[in-house]
């Protein structure tokens, strides 16, 4: 079986999904619809952001009875989450040791790149006690997270940086982290979902739903996207027909169980639904819940337990019926 495959097929889906919530909050609610976007760019901008070296540390560390040279290289990251009150836990995240040698008659030494907020890391080299304070945590961490046992015994590296500074400085701590998700798109690649959500306006430009009849996702994915780009169903966009705000009560669709003992697949009936978009999906362990707008309601209590978090819904864009599947536990 390819999974390759099944996981790029997946992740076209997420951005299938997203690109038709995004087109209808465009047309509902253009406002909403730019400040979401404005956002997106923003958080793309820290996504993309590289590392920049700030100092390093020379110490060393007893590896199998032999005495090893070792460089902390501490980088400041907009990436990392920043520290929001006291009580907050300093992030801190240690990237790929590298072996160095600075000298051919020397042995190599281990370089490792260490990696907090920009802003935390200003404020913190603003006091020498607190720089003090900060550079024992970041041994310790090395210790706990590289299973290398360091020194704490140390000296300022006279270099900001011990080794050679990668061209792509994002690769000192994420692997194929040279690539944006447009330029993956470019070679057939499909961008993870994380890369989806860091440069929806690329996207956007290369994704449509086109003339495929079947929208599936994992149930799970399509809440989480559902929570994050704003709802297409209020704010100032076009006028909703008074009529159908004031007079049309969701109906209850018609359903059936179409499943055997392994699993529980529903079908749905929704011949007022033009897109899956248009629907909110909440599903438990014996129950789901579904609403489309004004059109349909449904809660629908489940014969038998099913596992929720591997529950999946496709919808036939030609005969509107959604249909729900999950494994019984």
């Known amino acids: 079986m390819d999974m390759k495959g ?12 997203i690109w038709n919530r995004l087109e209808d909050l465009s047309a509902s609610d253009p406002q909403a619809y730019k400040k979401f976007m404005e956002k997106q760019m923003e958080e793309r901008k820290i996504y993309m952001s590289n590392p920049k070296a700030e ?37 801190l995240y240690a990237g790929k040791t590298i072996k160095y040698r600075f000298n051919k008659n020397e042995k190599p030494a281990m370089c490792i790149p260490l990696a907090v907020n920009d802003r935390f890391l200003g404020e913190i080299c603003k006091s020498k006690t607190d ?9 310790e961490m090395t210790r706990r997270n590289t299973k290398i ?11 900001i940086f011990a080794g050679i500074f990668p061209a792509k400085p994002r690769k000192l701590f994420i692997s194929g982290a040279d690539q944006d ?6 070679k057939g690649e499909m961008p993870s979902t994380e890369q ?19 929208e599936e996702i994992n149930v799970k994915d399509k809440q989480l996207f559902d929570k994050l780009i704003p ?6 966009g076009k006028k909703k027909k008074l009529i159908e705000e004031l007079d049309a009560e969701p109906q209850e669709p018609d359903y059936s169980f179409i499943g055997g003992d392994a699993e529980m697949k529903v079908k749905i009936s929704l011949p007022l639904v033009v897109k899956m978009t248009e629907c909110d999906l909440n599903i438990s362990k014996d129950e789901i819940q579904l609403r489309a707008g004004s059109k349909y309601k449904l809660d629908l209590k ?7 978090e591997n529950a999946s819904a496709k919808f036939n864009r030609k005969t509107s019926n959604l249909t729900l599947t999950a494994p019984h536990l």
């Open 55 to 91: 100092f390093c540390l020379h110490t060393s560390a007893k590896i199998d009875g032999e005495k090893v040279e070792v460089f902390i290289n501490v980088c400041s990251w907009p990436r990392m989450a920043d520290v929001e009150s006291a009580t907050d836990p300093i992030k």
């Open 181 to 186: 998700p447009l330029e993956m798109l470019g």
């Open 149 to 159: 046992p360091v020194s704490f015994n140390y000296k300022m590296h006279t270099e």
């Open 6 to 17: 099944m996981e790029g097929a997946d992740q076209k889906t997420q951005a299938n999904y």
């Open 231 to 236: 709802s297409s169903n209020g704010g100032g």
């Open 131 to 139: 720089k003090k304070d900060f550079i024992k945590l970041c041994l």
């Open 302 to 308: 489940l014969p038998k337990e099913i596992d929720e």
């Open 196 to 214: 989806i959500l860091s440069s929806p306006e690329s996207l956007l430009k290369n994704l449509s739903m086109g003339d495929d009849i079947d």
